[in-house]
């Protein structure tokens, strides 16, 4: 009995053990976001959705299918046309069709690797036809071709390619530190052309301005040489008729008589003054007014 009893209890527990089995195999979730691929004897059987599901145990298996998006990254190193090694890193976002789940997941087995081979194609055949300059000017539209050869390829596959990234250029170190010295050399000719320019442009202004300087100080002279010859003009008038009989030559004695005593007047209260007039008595005068007559009327040749 005690052989029995305990083969039975070694028979239950297997039994147990089949039943938890068979009912963890036929029980089965798909989570959200999630489909599943189910198959009956290795032949494709159906596609369930989120939710608990019923497999018959040993016969059907679920695979399963990520629907949400996702990324990979590449780096394509090519050439330009005028013979510049760059790297150029790829970004893509792709994501199986909700329709195509059959295609995506019995067509590839390695779908990042198919995307990859593609983003090269892609890129291999636009790069080279462009010059270093033209392929960082075109990065968006080499995006939108990576996306287009991608999107007209893949979804035969099942597969939706959202976006396709060109998220830089890098080129040679050489290469890029030749683009700045250039870039630098350009902006320091640009710079060297507007200092030139303003300095140009002081040296104008500041011609101008002297020669309206000039011509203020020229109009300023002429204007007090009138003055003077007015006033002379006045007082000679004046001088006429206060003293019937006198002459323009009484009035410009008297002028050039005053003028000399202001003048020694001036060098007597003024601090710091060492200018002496030789004679200076008051009697010396006369000799005085008669020399600056004599070089006055030097300078005038008589009409014959």
Do not use: W
């Not at 297997?14 to 999630?34: E, G, P, S, W």
């Not at 792709?94 to 593609?118: A, G």
Request: aromatic share 8%; no cysteine.
């Amino acid at each position: 009995m005690d052989v029995i009893s305990t083969l039975l209890l070694v028979l239950g527990i297997f039994a147990a053990i089949v039943v938890l089995v068979t009912i963890l195999k036929t029980l089965y979730t798909v989570r959200t976001a999630t489909a599943g691929v189910v198959e009956r004897f290795g032949k494709f059987n159906r596609i369930v959705r989120p939710g608990l599901h019923v497999l018959i145990p040993y016969a059907e298996r679920v695979f399963f299918v990520d629907l949400q998006v996702q990324q990979s990254q590449f780096s394509v190193e090519t050439k330009t046309r005028d013979n510049v090694f760059v790297q150029i890193p790829v970004s893509v976002q792709y994501q199986v069709l909700d329709d195509k789940i059959y295609e995506s997941f019995y067509k590839l087995s390695r779908p990042q690797k198919q995307i990859e081979s593609f983003v090269f194609n892609s890129i291999l055949g636009h790069v080279p036809k462009l010059t270093l300059d033209e392929t960082f000017e075109q990065q968006g539209s080499i995006s939108v071709t990576v996306k287009t050869d991608l999107d007209s390829t893949m979804s035969s596959y099942g597969y939706n390619i959202l976006n396709a990234l060109v998220t830089d250029i890098v080129p040679d170190a050489k290469v890029k530190s030749a683009m700045n010295e250039i870039n630098a050399a350009q902006r320091e000719q640009v710079a060297a052309q507007a200092r030139g320019e303003a300095e140009k442009i002081l040296k104008v202004k500041q011609a101008e301005a002297e020669a309206e300087s000039k011509a203020l100080q020229g109009k300023g002279i002429a204007s007090e040489r009138q003055a003077i010859i007015d006033g002379l003009r006045s007082s000679i008038e004046n001088f006429r008729e206060a003293v019937p009989g006198a002459t323009a030559e009484d009035v410009m004695s008297l002028v050039l008589l005053t003028q000399y005593f202001d003048t020694l007047k001036d060098i007597g209260t003024k601090n710091g003054n060492n200018t002496i007039f030789l004679p200076n008595s008051p009697g010396a005068a006369n000799d005085f007014l008669t020399q600056i007559l004599a070089g006055l009327r030097g300078g005038v040749h008589p009409q014959k």
